[in-house]
């Protein structure tokens, strides 16, 4: 038997449709920009940017349906509604042929961000962890597997705040597709059953405020919603 100082924190998962039996996550990478419009509004160059990654733990992941309090230390809380790829084999340096079939399911997430403190960072050229990967940063709704709605090529993804529609964007918009992100990611990791990968945001990103629901949805995917609570 194991023997720990303080008991292990249970491991963070996610709901698979049409099954009681839940996906284990440990990684959760996220693309920095992967549409044209949102690389524009951020004041980057889509032209000529290949994909970059940074994370946030596996500790952030968060149902949809939640409450989450507005976070601390910021006064620019966003949302960035995304595609969520969910990784069901062993990768590691392959061609996107075989990335592909890699890629076991999809989710709608939101890659919920302290922009202000994103901006400083950048500014800085320090690290976006406070940014990115706070507690309750990475919201996922219910996994579909691919077996079930094949693999997706486009489809419409939209966020709206309180019933008025913020982004409105189409997978066949991303810079890099779901196959070549998973491609390019596993020259830099070793990917496994386990990791998510939260594929970017369309334009249209914005600040919501404790009171707001947000409903984003993703075509053959579903919906996710969350409620931004008061701050704690
Ligand atoms: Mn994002």
């Given at each position: 038997?194991?023997n720990f100082?303080?008991?292990?924190?249970a491991?963070?998962?996610?709901a698979v449709?049409?099954?009681?039996?839940r996906y284990?996550?440990?990684?959760?990478?996220?693309?920095g920009?992967?549409?044209a419009d949102h690389a524009?509004?951020?004041g980057?160059?889509?032209?000529?940017?290949?994909p970059?990654?940074?994370?946030?733990?596996?500790?952030?992941l968060?149902?949809?349906?939640?409450?989450?309090p507005?976070p601390?230390v910021?006064?620019?809380y966003?949302?960035?509604?995304?595609?969520?790829?969910?990784?069901?084999?062993?990768?590691?340096?392959v061609t996107?042929e075989?990335?592909?079939a890699a890629i076991?399911g999809y989710?709608?997430?939101l890659?919920?961000?302290?922009r202000d403190?994103?901006?400083?960072?950048?500014a800085a050229?320090?690290?976006w962890d406070?940014?990115k990967?706070?507690d309750?940063?990475?919201?996922l709704?219910?996994?579909?597997r691919?077996?079930d709605?094949?693999?997706l090529?486009?489809?419409a993804?939209t966020l709206?705040?309180?019933?008025?529609?913020?982004?409105?964007g189409d997978l066949?918009?991303m810079?890099?597709?779901p196959?070549?992100i998973v491609?390019?990611?596993?020259h830099?990791?070793?990917?496994?059953p386990?990791?998510l990968i939260?594929?970017?945001t369309?334009?249209g990103?914005?600040a919501?405020?404790?009171?707001d629901?947000l409903?984003g949805?993703?075509?053959?995917?579903g919906?996710?919603?969350l409620t931004?609570?008061q701050?704690?």
């Amino acid at each position: 038997m194991s023997n720990f100082v303080f008991p292990p924190l249970a491991t963070p998962s996610a709901a698979v449709r049409g099954t009681d039996a839940r996906y284990a996550v440990s990684r959760i990478f996220c693309v920095g920009r992967n549409y044209a419009d949102h690389a524009r509004e951020m004041g980057a160059d889509p032209t000529r940017e290949p994909p970059f990654y940074f994370m946030k733990p596996a500790s952030a992941l968060t149902p949809s349906g939640a409450t989450v309090p507005y976070p601390t230390v910021t006064k620019n809380y966003h949302f960035e509604m995304e595609l969520v790829l969910v990784i069901g084999a062993p990768v590691f340096k392959v061609t996107p042929e075989a990335a592909r079939a890699a890629i076991w399911g999809y989710a709608p997430g939101l890659d919920m961000t302290r922009r202000d403190l994103q901006a400083e960072a950048k500014a800085a050229g320090r690290p976006w962890d406070t940014a990115k990967g706070f507690d309750q940063s990475a919201i996922l709704g219910e996994i579909v597997r691919v077996a079930d709605v094949g693999y997706l090529e486009r489809g419409a993804i939209t966020l709206a705040v309180n019933g008025s529609t913020k982004q409105q964007g189409d997978l066949a918009d991303m810079i890099w597709n779901p196959a070549e992100i998973v491609s390019n990611l596993s020259h830099l990791y070793r990917l496994h059953p386990g990791d998510l990968i939260y594929t970017g945001t369309p334009a249209g990103v914005g600040a919501v405020l404790p009171g707001d629901v947000l409903t984003g949805r993703i075509d053959a995917v579903g919906e996710i919603q969350l409620t931004v609570g008061q701050p704690e």
